[in-house]
């Protein structure tokens, strides 16, 4: 007896060829030319990624210049928190330095951001007042030095 | 907050205790809600028309082609809110194309392949097909052509040719229901395989995953099946809903037995992660996990099901009671996979802190285009309703 194939097979092999072969196709055209250059993914999204302008200058930029500061900073309890934190970005002020091309952040709800009280926050860690009553009126630099926050100003 | 970072002071507001910077945004957002709730109602569609055939639920028969289009339907949208959510329409598509055996989201491309092309698409040919080339010759311009095409130019229907038909499409549904499983479990899995993570982390997962798939398909398919028969104006067959809804009610048990069993384990064991997510799911899950998922998703379906188990009166009531069932249903399914992907990325790693979400309404991430991508199916349901017309088939005699 002769081997019977059903012909719905036989066409749905051809059209599956057809499918994989389109497929496979495509692939080809959408993939881009340097994915698996390096692994499983796009070569070019290195030069991608490499392409954005920097903003931050980094610690050491900053100690070139304000070794002083540094000094000062390190004297006392914010001696861990990097320039950068409080001044924001500073490879600009880095490359060409102006007073103007750095933040200087003087308000109150600024130190707020770490130093408002927070339940939620370490206590023994981070030391909080409240914003709202703790010497209203006045900025919180006029009696705290920033890199120096226990050297109080007369 | 420096000019440029609106949003992340406005997120930073909402902050509490401590955190690590790069989980103050949440990277899946609406979109990855959608998904899985997405693809749990392909796999669910698509088991319960293999009661039908594979374990002869007969009475089940007039929900079977409507649960295989609605699961087509569902799946053919399925991978488009990653797509979007990934928001380089010029590149996301290459995590379909590009699949790999060590990454647990690249090898979608393959799962959905085999699932789409494998199972579903040769399922509805093998059924339709001896309709489809009785519609090619009974029509007329157009539509002529597009019948043929699509019955690939095969126009046989001896005895013998259908009976192969049936035989195929038997082997393609036995195939299927492992598929069916394979695909939403994957889905789980990416969730459970996560270490770092430990709402996500538990073998248990995928078949929690699963079976809040087989209730949400199922319960898709009914209100599907009553939306549509009332379109159609015709008399909705009450016993069916009945049939349905027993296999709801014990879906349902099961997919409730199981994530409590999962609760349970994780309340039982208290590991250090344990504190924090006390405070998650008290805090900011409340209203989604116990409210929406527990109360009105679970216990009062349950409740409702229970008692349409021995309740056979008024039809009518009856019909409203089923319709009320399968919303609830649905709101508490889209409510667990918002408990998993959101809830999972509110609190930090640290164990010590919590960001918050806001979803917003408009842009590629947003509420929007989420609820575009969870209408868009039932427009292809009503094209594919039009083209492959269930109730004008030919009448089967097996």
Redesign the interface.
């Known amino acids: 007896m002769k081997f019977y194939i059903?012909?719905?097979?036989t066409?749905?092999s051809?059209?599956?060829a057809i499918?994989i072969t389109l497929f496979l196709l495509?692939?080809k055209l959408?993939?881009?030319d340097t994915?698996g250059q390096y692994g499983?993914y796009?070569g070019d999204s290195l030069t991608d990624n490499a392409l954005p302008v920097v903003h931050y200058a980094g610690q050491q930029a900053c100690l070139e210049c304000h070794q002083d500061i540094e000094d000062q900073k390190q004297a006392d309890v914010h001696s861990r928190i990097k320039c950068e934190t409080c001044h924001?970005?500073g490879q600009k002020h880095s490359e060409s330095a102006e007073a103007t091309n750095i933040?200087k952040p003087d308000s109150r709800e600024f130190c707020g951001?770490c130093h408002e009280k927070?339940a939620?926050?370490?206590s023994e860690a981070v030391v909080q007042i409240i914003i709202n009553e703790h010497n209203t009126g006045k900025k919180c630099i006029e009696c705290h030095n920033p890199h120096q926050p226990w050297t109080m100003k007369e | 907050m420096e000019p440029g970072y609106p949003h992340l002071t406005e997120i930073l507001s909402h902050i509490q205790g401590y955190i690590f910077p790069n989980e103050i945004d949440l990277q899946w957002g609406i979109l990855i809600v959608v998904y899985p709730f997405i693809t749990g109602l392909v796999a669910g569609a698509f088991i319960l028309a293999s009661l039908e055939r594979v374990f002869r639920v007969k009475i089940l028969k007039p929900t079977y082609q409507l649960a295989l289009l609605t699961a087509l339907s569902f799946l053919l949208v399925a991978t488009l809110p990653l797509i979007s959510h990934l928001a380089q329409p010029l590149r996301a598509y290459e995590i379909m194309i590009t699949p790999h055996g060590s990454s647990a989201m690249a090898i979608f491309g393959f799962v959905y392949l085999w699932y789409l092309m494998v199972v579903l698409l040769l399922e509805i040919w093998f059924d339709y097909r001896q309709s489809m080339v009785i519609w090619s010759q009974e029509k007329t311009g157009i539509m002529k052509w597009v019948y043929k095409i699509i019955t690939l130019g095969l126009s046989d229907i001896s005895p013998r040719t259908l009976e192969w038909d049936r035989k195929l499409g038997y082997f393609i549904t036995v195939i299927g229901i492992p598929s069916a499983f394979i695909l939403h479990g994957y889905v789980g899995f990416i969730f459970g395989s996560i270490k770092a993570n430990p709402w996500w982390s538990t073998p248990l997962m995928p078949i929690i995953f699963l079976f809040s798939a087989m209730v949400s398909g199922i319960a898709m398919v009914m209100l599907i099946y009553m939306v549509v028969s009332y379109i159609r104006t015709k008399d909705l067959d009450i016993n069916v809903l009945d049939a349905i809804g027993k296999y709801l009610f014990f879906v349902l048990i099961l997919d409730f037995t199981i994530e409590g069993l999962d609760q349970i384990h994780r309340i039982y064991e208290a590991e250090e992660s344990f504190e924090t997510i006390k405070l998650l799911v008290e805090g900011k899950l409340y209203l989604t996990l116990f409210i929406s998922q527990g109360l009105i998703g679970t216990l009062i379906p349950l409740g409702l099901l229970a008692f349409l188990q021995f309740y056979k009166g008024r039809i009518r009531l009856r019909k409203t009671l089923y319709f009320i069932t399968g919303i609830l249903i649905l709101i508490g399914v889209y409510s667990m996979r918002w408990n998993v992907v959101i809830g999972g990325q509110l609190f930090s790693k640290s164990f010590s802190g919590f960001t918050s979400f806001k979803v917003g309404l408009i842009g590629l991430d947003g509420t929007l285009m989420a609820a575009f991508w969870l209408i868009l199916p039932f427009g292809i349901l009503a094209f594919l309703l039009w083209l492959l017309p269930p109730w004008k088939m030919v009448p089967e005699d097996y």
Do not use: D, S
């Open positions: 059903p012909p719905q097979l066409r749905l051809i059209a599956f499918f495509l692939r959408l993939i881009p994915f499983h796009r924001g970005p933040l951001n927070n939620a926050r370490r």
